[in-house]
């Protein structure tokens, strides 16, 4: 007599299995389960460093659209969608941006960043006339992020970009399953979720850091960073405002008189007053000089090659 074993269950998405080490997490001490996520958390930096290429080259992608006018378009839902919105909000008041250039859409729209709208990501149609709706053009880079590779707004979105003539970029974090066709494809694998199927965890771990790699990678490509300091900062308020002065203080190895003067003079733009503080001159030849090194400060102060 036979003894049936049980069902395989590789049909499906990694991020849905159970995770045999933590089978029993709800018996463990508080103690116990902090240390357990830990543990797992671990995978998540392992997991990225394994796909750096893929990461690399979708950079590479990203910035060749910059330089072409074009924009950086997230498209996620529920967890991965709200991920994308932090990001692409963050990229205006740090790298001093517009808000055009990294858009960010959700599977049920604004509403689904604070409430949570399962249904919404089920709705390929949606994913098409959101795309539409921001005028998607073919220089334009599409980043779809579902953890599982297989949410239907996200797949939807991709292949109409694919369509469109853009280039596409998938982040998940499931070895199984047929992908869809994209440019980059980088997909940690960071193991099952110690709680089954709440990607919120190091799924979405994971995709913070990739995002975060993937906007400030660029932004730094494009000469939005001098040495590791936000050149373009908006001082919007106290504390950025003396952050501004800062930066200058550290860019152009100044005093924080002359640095606050620099700033004055380019009516707060922190490149600007670097430039200045480091080579003298007049505000129109500083901007001059910087839009003929195509905003990077270093090859403005001809500290480094145009090709470097």
Known sequence: MTTSQPQATTHLPLTESRNPRTVYI??????EIVKTFLHED?????AIEAVSEHIAQAVDRIV????????????????????????????PPTFGVSPDLVVALIAGGTEAIFRAREGAEDDREAAVTDLQGIGLRPVDVVVGITASGTTPYVVSGLAHAKANGSPTVMISCNPYGQRPD???????????????????????????????????????????????????????????????RRIVMEG????????????????GEVKLAIFLARNGGTPDEARKALETAQGRLAVALGEVDADE
């Open 26 to 31: 709800d018996r463990q001490s508080t103690r």
């Open 252 to 267: 152009a190895r100044t005093t924080p008189e002359h640095a606050e003067s620099c700033l004055e003079r380019a009516e």
């Open 64 to 91: 060749a659209a910059f330089r072409q006018n074009g924009r950086l378009i997230y498209i996620g839902a529920g967890t991965s969608g709200r991920l994308a919105v932090l990001d692409a909000s963050e990229c």
């Open 182 to 244: 994209v440019d980059v494809h980088i997909n940690p694998i960071v193991g099952p979720e110690v709680i089954a199927g709440s990607t919120r965890l190091k799924s979405g771990t994971a995709c913070k850091i990739v995002l975060n790699m993937l906007s400030s990678i660029s932004m730094i490509r494009i000469g939005k960073v001098y040495q590791n300091l936000m050149v373009d900062v908006r001082a919007t308020n106290d504390k950025l405002r003396a952050r501004a």
């Open 42 to 46: 671990r995978s998540v930096f392992t």
